[in-house]
């Protein structure tokens, strides 16, 4: 038969331990209930992540629902061709400068020259003009500068105010990009070259025998020290006559 005492009558513990021990369970309890809750996010902050991600979602299927209408755009503006000005315009930069500088009251004091850097398909003329103007001139022509449909932009920009503070003195970069000629900048198919035909080997009945090639004749040793030696001639003796 089960006994029917508990844990407590089992341990032999007396009323001030069972107090003690229940306390201790209580604690223990209520601290695993306290890290629980902490660790449960607001139900304000999961409903403003719901939303956040729901308004991704439409955002995405948006823009997925336009990819047929993008490629038939890219299609009709592969078709129309370069937007980039030609390299026959190039004279246009310098021109298209004076008359935003002029127009705005921007004084030039120096015109650098013309420099160019190149790449496969583009040209990219850079100009540097120093200028003495107001502070709206300067605003006004970067303004215009940049609405403009020329494609002359800033890449460098140094300001500094005059003696008297009534002007600022300064000096731009300015920059351009020309397309080049098509056909120069197309690539030219190199050419294969044909390998040389093989002599087919003659069979060994055809083969002939190679003539033995003359021996070169010894050469004579020259004389020590260099010098040439001359052979001595000999004088023919007369016959002696008999005297009767």
Do not use: C
């Amino acid at each position: 038969m089960a006994s029917n005492e508990s844990i407590f009558d089992k341990l032999n513990l007396s009323s001030g331990e069972r107090r003690l021990v229940m306390a201790v369970v209580v604690v223990l309890v209520l601290a695993l209930a306290w890290m629980v809750w902490g660790m449960i996010p607001s139900p304000g902050v999961t409903q403003n992540k719901i939303t956040k991600a729901q308004t991704q979602l439409n955002s995405f299927t948006n823009e997925i629902s336009k990819i047929s209408h993008y490629k038939t755009t890219i299609q009709t503006l592969e078709g129309l061709g370069s937007a980039v000005i030609p390299i026959e315009q190039e004279v246009n930069m310098r021109r298209a400068i004076n008359n935003l500088t002029a127009a705005n009251g921007v004084r030039v004091t120096r015109t650098g020259r013309m420099t160019t850097k190149t790449n496969e398909f583009f040209l990219e003329k850079s100009m540097r003009i120093d200028f003495s103007s107001k502070e709206s001139d300067i605003v006004n022509f970067l303004w215009k500068l940049g609405g403009s449909d020329s494609m002359v932009r800033v890449s460098e920009l140094r300001v500094r105010p005059d003696k008297n503070r009534y002007r600022l003195d300064g000096w731009m970069n300015l920059t351009a990009s020309y397309q080049k000629d098509p056909k120069a900048a197309r690539a030219r198919p190199v050419a294969k070259t044909k390998p040389a035909p093989v002599a087919a080997k003659p069979s060994p009945s055809e083969a002939k025998p190679k003539p033995e090639s003359p021996k070169p004749a010894a050469s004579k040793p020259k004389p020590e020290g260099g010098k040439r030696t001359v052979p001595k001639r000999t004088i023919p003796s007369r016959p002696v006559r008999k005297t009767q």
